[in-house]
């Protein structure tokens, strides 16, 4: 698509609403977090001045939008090995790897689960765009597990409707630092951009609303395994939380959950948690179980996956007691 400006004047009189959110509704194709890269490059702007994301309109204002020229990006099928855990005509659930990225984007246009999947079926749903066909959920690069993925469009509007109206149900399985006061519980905090490193959440007045609840299942000595239940699909909502009840996902490098953690236990359980750590490079973090109705016969499927041998290890080790 070549380069295009855009002039929009808001109309007087609108109630007032934030910027980024106007122009989801415009008609531009641009989701908000496109629009929300445009403002950071200068390439939005009211009157020739720039301005940020949560500017406010009231009303009268000449919004201009340059949207630079897109590179036609092809998707390329891959002969990747998959652990395909369920599949039919109409959807499919992989166990996504650690490391491994759902769908194409930048700095990742090969090697990702479409790629695979492209090449393993060749069918996926249109909805989700050129560069995420079939996508209805995601999880983290470093976070396995299961993934939903559609081959029809009429499968994937009703997925997609399910999710939003949370009948789909998320198990993940965490071990997190120490101890958390209750066996069960619920963390309800607002989630939002990191003000100090916007490539990060957390949790921030003004933030999308976000909800997780846990499960204890087992107490170790350094560690807790958890069961996690998503209420809510916020970008890093398990990590987050956890980091602002100050139990971090173990293994987590960017929410707190490495070697940073070490001066927070006594210095003779140091050497025990760095051997762990020196186990796991990643969140110790996995989707275990998905339970949803299929979009088309409505039968009830229940699709599980065995823990990846990295936190397996860490677990028999805790459970062999020598942490």
């Known amino acids: 698509m070549p380069e295009k400006t855009v002039k929009i004047k808001v109309p007087e009189g609108i109630s007032p609403t934030r910027l980024d959110s106007y122009l989801v509704g415009t008609g531009l194709g641009l989701s908000r977090n496109q629009i929300q890269k445009l403002i950071r490059q200068k390439l939005i702007s009211i009157r020739g001045k720039g301005i940020k994301p949560a500017f406010i309109l009231v009303g009268g204002e000449e919004i201009t939008v340059t949207v630079p020229e897109s590179e036609p990006l092809r998707l390329i099928p891959e002969d990747i090995p998959l652990d395909i855990r369920y599949e039919d005509e109409h959807l499919i659930v992989v166990n996504k790897p650690a490391g491994m990225v759902v769908h194409p984007a930048r700095g990742h246009f090969t090697g990702t689960l479409i790629n695979a999947l492209l090449a393993h079926t060749g069918k996926l749903s249109s909805i989700g765009g050129q560069t995420r066909p079939g996508v209805v959920h995601r999880l983290d690069k470093d976070t396995s597990g299961l993934v939903i993925f559609v081959k029809t469009d009429i499968a994937h509007n009703r997925l997609a409707k399910a999710l939003s109206e949370r009948e789909i149900k998320r198990e993940y399985t965490a071990l997190v630092w120490g101890h958390l006061p209750e066996n069960s519980g619920s963390i309800e905090e607002p989630i939002g951009h990191n003000p100090r490193d916007y490539r990060k959440m957390a949790v921030v007045p003004g933030g999308k609303p976000a909800r997780t609840d846990y499960t204890l299942e087992v107490d170790y000595n350094l560690l807790s395994l958890l069961t996690f239940r998503l209420y809510t699909g916020r970008t890093h909502q398990i990590r987050v939380h956890c980091q602002h009840i100050g139990h971090p996902v173990f293994g987590d490098p960017d929410y707190g959950g490495r070697e940073e953690r ?21 969140q110790a973090l996995h989707a275990r179980r998905l339970v949803f109705a299929h979009p088309i016969t409505a039968e009830k499927i229940i699709v599980e996956a065995p823990l990846p041998q990295d936190i397996a290890e860490v677990i028999e080790i805790l459970e062999n007691g020598v942490s």
């Open 262 to 282: 070490l001066g927070g236990i006594g210095p003779g359980y140091r050497p025990q948690a760095r051997e762990l750590l020196s186990i796991i490079d990643r």
